[in-house]
């Protein structure tokens, strides 16, 4: 628009059909649009250069954006690893706290339980102390465990082979119990025969069932006659069929051949 004007004034001015004045006028008013026209289009030039230049800032800040994002969410990803990987830590330590709570008790308890079991009660020292002898000479075991004492006696020292009868070195061996027994209170005293797998052959005695209950019979005679009361005491044969080991060697079956004088509590409390 402010082209055409100049572009019109000029025009006039070659046409002659104006005054001088009128045109000096019109001069400096086609000198002010021109210089307005540059002011104007050096004004558009440098907005449209600080644009540009605040375009280029604001994508800048766009990726800056970007990459602190990124970088957080990074970090928020690491922090929720480390407090996951802090939870199941914190659980195992639980477990383990836990799993050391119920060692320290399981192992209160065998030790509870060990101590039960090496306990002597006062019948087992008494035996102890009057079998010392036939102990140490391996004639005779004893043990005790949670209540129940056993003397086992080897077959050898009482009978003689096939034979129910006690000889005189098992004798002296009952007459010694019998005196720990005379004491004892709340007790059952059972005798319990075994023999080997060796057929008895027939006669007096068919089978090991027999033999081996005729044998216990015969020290509950025993014991009785040497003052232990009949109330406590019973007799039971086992024949061949609880052995101690396998009956494959002659020691194993020398072994089998004993008599076990069980103490175990009683129910009535006798």
């Known amino acids: 628009m402010r082209t055409r004007l100049v572009l019109a004034a000029l025009v006039a001015l070659s046409t002659g059909c104006v005054s001088q004045g009128k045109f000096n006028e019109k001069a400096l008013e086609a000198e002010g649009l021109t210089k307005n026209l540059t002011d104007e289009k050096a004004a558009r030039a440098a907005a449209e250069a600080k644009i540009k230049e605040l375009e280029e800032k604001q994508a800048a800040l766009e990726q800056e954006k970007t990459a602190l994002q990124t970088r957080l ?70 043990s005790e465990m949670k209540g129940r004492m056993t003397v086992q006696l080897k077959d050898k020292i009482l009978f003689a082979s096939g034979s129910a009868r006690v000889g005189k070195e098992g004798q002296e061996a009952l007459v010694k119990i019998a005196d720990a027994l005379k004491t004892v209170k709340g007790r059952i005293v059972r005798v319990e025969g075994h023999t080997d797998d060796v057929p008895t052959g027939g006669g007096q005695f068919p089978t090991n069932w027999e033999l081996s209950l005729a044998r216990a019979m015969a020290v509950v005679r025993s014991l009785q006659d040497s003052g232990v009361d009949p109330t406590m005491l019973s007799a039971a044969g086992y024949g061949q069929y609880q052995p101690l080991v396998p009956n494959d060697t002659p020691e194993h079956k020398s072994q089998n051949r004993r008599i076990e004088i069980v103490l175990a509590p009683s129910l009535g409390g006798r």
């Open 73 to 142: 969410d990074a970090s928020e990803n690491r922090l929720t690893g480390a407090a996951a990987e802090r939870r199941a830590l914190e659980e195992k330590n639980a477990q383990l706290a836990a799993l050391n709570d119920e060692l320290g008790r399981n192992a209160k308890k065998l030790a509870q339980a060990k101590e039960e079991l090496e306990k002597k009660s006062s019948e087992y020292e008494n035996l102890a102390q009057s079998l010392k002898q036939e102990i140490s000479d391996g004639k005779i075991e004893l």
